[in-house]
């Protein structure tokens, strides 16, 4: 196959991952079942506070992103969140000005963000008008084709648009010291793994003038404030969950891309 991304032809097969030698982004083999989101996604009670916890702590993290977009395109204006899970970032977007909208797979997390006041639906396709930004926070590495994908939003954006996007970094140090250990590298829902060249090409293919592109640790020292006080405020969380989570702080490096079209 030639990379989706750089459309190179020099590509190298190993342990289930094919990876483009010219950009450096890999792609995981084979499907992921059609019901795996709706299956792995569940809303229950039990996730219910779980998911609170998680808002919580993850607040300064959506003050941040929110922050980041007004630096372009302050509100008042549109927002669209593709894989928006509950809804959580979209809630704080709207408490800023922003007119929200979301697109979310899962039926029982979509439901939740519809009893909330969230406009959410289970696909692109099914967005009605057009936005001024649209976010994908890890959320382009779960599709089969990130061309289609991108394609399709495209449709979606008004001229001149914005599209914010976060994706876990392949070409990190963590990822290359790691490998199949590293904290992100999640072949079974992560279809394609990006590397900052391969995000560029493909960006520019479907017509987005990429304004900025970091590699960077999305967990900071406000992150770490916020778990602790969820953690008070939600009951302290199993010792397996507050491992991971400092295993994800620690080694999770992603890419933060600006572009518009």
């Given at each position: ?205 479907h017509g987005f ?33 507050s491992l ?18």
């Amino acid at each position: 196959m030639a990379c989706p991304l750089c459309t190179s032809a020099e590509m190298n097969t190993r342990c289930n991952i094919e990876q483009c030698l010219t950009c450096g982004s890999a792609f995981s083999l084979g499907d992921v079942p059609v019901r795996y989101y709706e299956d792995c996604y569940q809303f229950t009670e039990r996730s219910t506070a779980a998911g609170e916890h998680r808002r919580l702590y993850r607040l300064p993290e959506q003050i941040q992103l929110i922050r980041a977009i007004a630096c372009y395109r302050p509100a008042p204006c549109t927002l669209l969140d593709i894989g928006c899970d509950k809804g959580h970032f979209l809630d704080e977007a709207r408490r800023f000005g922003y007119t929200v909208a979301g697109v979310e797979p899962s039926v029982s997390s979509s439901a939740y963000c519809n009893q909330i006041g969230l406009n959410v639906v289970p696909s692109t396709d099914a967005v009605a008008g057009t936005f001024d930004v649209a976010v994908m926070w890890h959320s382009l590495e779960h599709f089969q084709d990130p061309n289609e994908a991108l394609e399709t939003l495209r449709c979606k954006l008004s001229p001149e648009g914005y599209l914010f996007l976060r994706v876990p970094d392949y070409g990190c140090i963590w990822s290359r010291a790691l490998g199949s250990q590293w904290v992100w590298f999640q072949p079974t829902n992560h279809r394609t793994h990006f590397s900052a060249s391969g995000l560029r090409q493909l960006l520019r293919r479907h017509g987005f003038t990429v304004i900025r592109l970091d590699s960077r640790r999305p967990c900071t020292m406000a992150t770490d404030l916020a778990f602790s006080f969820a953690s008070l405020c939600y009951g302290r969380q199993p010792m397996r969950k507050s491992l991971g989570r400092f295993y994800e702080h620690m080694t999770g490096v992603e890419l933060f891309c600006v572009s518009r079209l």
